[in-house]
């Protein structure tokens, strides 16, 4: 059992948070329960030493309400000032640029993800193609001889495509990559892919003006989480715990 400062949290009440916090092993779910019961305890009880109203239960429709009055009354939230913004709109140009353009071909050698041998072969295979391309063998013919995919009927082309069109493993290496053929095959879940990159357009920087106020959003919610971390925090360490000690544990409040 936990005593929080005069009130107790059983163990059958930890037992049945855990199924909110999943997690690798029993004793982390635990861990993660019995942490999130402590807090919203502590919460409960400091607003009720305000007047607020609260009921008893834990999770009930009212825990919002007394939760974000208990933050404005006793929680000192900054908000970000348009020279911040401006300031992580120019450290960060890549988040507010459109997708880049790039025209692809490329040939699929099919593997499934489980079948280990499969994939062996399948890279075996592209860098052998890789090889004979280097040498002058032409994408088209080989894609229409090897590719898995539909593309090999025009040439293995798969078009212009922009972020988000493709899975996010073969997105990670075509978008890093300059034009021309790509050294290496490019894993997807799919198999293995043999990748030219004819051309690429680079993505445009929206104006400022387009994404201050996302910008202002998505510091205003960084502070506000950090804030209130750090004040419950202070409940933390002003309030007499006894059957769970938070120094063991590895939540991003306790950092």
């Given at each position: 059992?936990?005593?929080?400062n005069?009130?107790?949290?059983?163990?059958?009440?930890?037992m049945?948070?855990?199924?909110?916090?999943?997690?690798?092993?029993?004793?982390?779910?635990?861990?993660?329960?019995?942490?999130?019961?402590?807090?919203?305890?502590?919460l409960?009880?400091?607003?009720?030493?305000?007047?607020?109203?609260?009921?008893?239960?834990?999770?009930?429709?009212?825990?919002?309400?007394?939760?974000?009055?208990l933050?404005q009354?006793?929680?000192?939230?900054?908000?970000?000032?348009k020279?911040?913004?401006?300031?992580?709109?120019?450290?960060?140009?890549?988040?507010?640029?459109?997708?880049?353009?790039?025209?692809?071909?490329?040939?699929?050698?099919?593997?499934?993800?489980?079948?280990?041998?499969?994939?062996?072969?399948?890279?075996?295979?592209?860098?052998?193609?890789?090889?004979?391309?280097?040498?002058g063998?032409?994408?088209?013919?080989?894609?229409?001889?090897?590719?898995?995919?539909?593309?090999?009927?025009?040439?293995?082309?798969?078009?212009?495509?922009?972020?988000?069109?493709t899975?996010?493993?073969?997105?990670?290496?075509?978008?890093?990559?300059?034009?021309?053929?790509?050294?290496?095959?490019?894993?997807?879940?799919?198999?293995?892919?043999?990748?030219?990159?004819?051309?690429?357009?680079?993505?445009?920087?929206?104006?400022?003006?387009?994404?201050?106020?996302?910008?202002?959003?998505?510091?205003?919610?960084?502070?506000?989480?950090?804030?209130?971390?750090?004040?419950?925090?202070?409940?933390?360490?002003?309030?007499?715990?006894s059957?769970?000690?938070?120094?063991?544990?590895?939540?991003p409040?306790?950092?």
């Amino acid at each position: 059992m936990i005593q929080v400062n005069n009130s107790s949290i059983s163990e059958a009440a930890i037992m049945a948070e855990m199924q909110y916090h999943p997690a690798g092993t029993k004793r982390t779910a635990m861990l993660k329960a019995a942490e999130s019961l402590i807090i919203g305890e502590l919460l409960r009880q400091r607003a009720r030493e305000l007047g607020l109203v609260v009921k008893s239960e834990a999770n009930t429709a009212s825990d919002d309400n007394f939760l974000d009055a208990l933050i404005q009354a006793e929680v000192v939230i900054p908000q970000a000032s348009k020279q911040e913004c401006e300031q992580y709109y120019t450290l960060n140009p890549q988040r507010f640029a459109s997708s880049p353009l790039l025209e692809v071909s490329h040939i699929l050698l099919a593997a499934a993800p489980e079948d280990d041998q499969q994939r062996v072969e399948a890279k075996t295979l592209a860098q052998q193609l890789i090889e004979k391309l280097q040498q002058g063998e032409i994408l088209a013919e080989l894609a229409r001889n090897y590719s898995a995919c539909p593309s090999k009927e025009t040439a293995g082309s798969l078009g212009q495509i922009s972020r988000g069109q493709t899975v996010p493993e073969f997105e990670r290496q075509i978008f890093s990559a300059e034009p021309g053929l790509l050294p290496q095959p490019v894993e997807s879940r799919y198999g293995y892919h043999i990748v030219h990159i004819a051309r690429k357009v680079p993505g445009k920087l929206l104006p400022f003006t387009a994404v201050e106020q996302k910008i202002a959003e998505y510091l205003n919610e960084k502070v506000r989480r950090k804030a209130v971390a750090q004040y419950i925090h202070r409940l933390i360490v002003a309030s007499d715990i006894s059957g769970y000690d938070f120094n063991l544990s590895d939540s991003p409040l306790m950092q």
